[in-house]
């Protein structure tokens, strides 16, 4: 998996961040939020399949 980077740019001077660091941070946010949903997701069909009447 590669981590979008992208070009390197001049870091914002108000917010004492670099845009770099602000877009990894977002990316890192969405891929969190993927995963989480992706877990959720695996939660549910263990519960399923755990209490499944067959």
Known sequence: MTIPFG???PSDALLSKSVTSTRLRAWLT???RQ???AQRVQDARALRSEFSIE
Do not use: F, G, I, T
């Open 7 to 9: 070009e390197p740019e």
């Open 30 to 32: 969405q891929r969190l």
């Open 35 to 37: 995963l989480a949903a």
